[in-house]
């Protein structure tokens, strides 16, 4: 199995190989791809913990850009399946009423959709996504 990642400035290979049984051997092929090819051979922790590092810094530069994150119970939520209409409204702080007059939405209709008795048509969804600040796809 090869698995390629890209991490700032580098790229990273790992291939899965036997071990051999024999520490000298392990060295000498490391020794021997370090120098032929320029590459550097990780074991599988430290690789995780540069992958984990890599990933933590993408993260950090999208948040830093403004990018919104979700609280834990927002998150939680949403995995449980609730309804994102009713999960952002509330993170928000808004009630069913507000939200409806915002979006220029029946109350009565706003809550069909978030019961699920009614998908909401595009032009709703896309007030609404407005009004909450979110992504449409994150309401679908």
């Known amino acids: 199995m090869v698995e390629r990642r890209t991490l ?3 790229i990273l290979v790992r ?3 036997p071990q051999p049984d024999f520490p000298s051997l392990n060295q000498n092929i490391s020794r021997q ?5 320029g590459i550097s051979v990780l074991s599988e922790e430290n690789y995780r913990d540069l992958v984990d590092v890599s990933d933590a810094r993408a993260a950090k530069v999208r948040i830093d850009a403004g990018e919104e994150i979700w609280p834990e119970d927002v998150v939680k939520a949403l995995i449980s399946g609730e309804d994102p209409v009713r999960v952002f409204r509330k993170h928000r702080g808004m009630s069913v009423k507000e939200l409806a007059k915002k979006a220029r939405l029946s109350q009565p209709y706003l809550s069909e959709i978030e019961t699920g008795k009614k ?3 595009l032009d709703a969804l896309k007030a609404i996504a407005r009004i909450l600040d979110v992504d449409l796809g994150d309401l679908v």
């Open 119 to 121: 998908e909401g048509s």
């Open 33 to 37: 791809l370090d120098t032929q090819l």
């Open 15 to 17: 291939i899965q190989v």
């Open 8 to 10: 700032t400035p580098l």
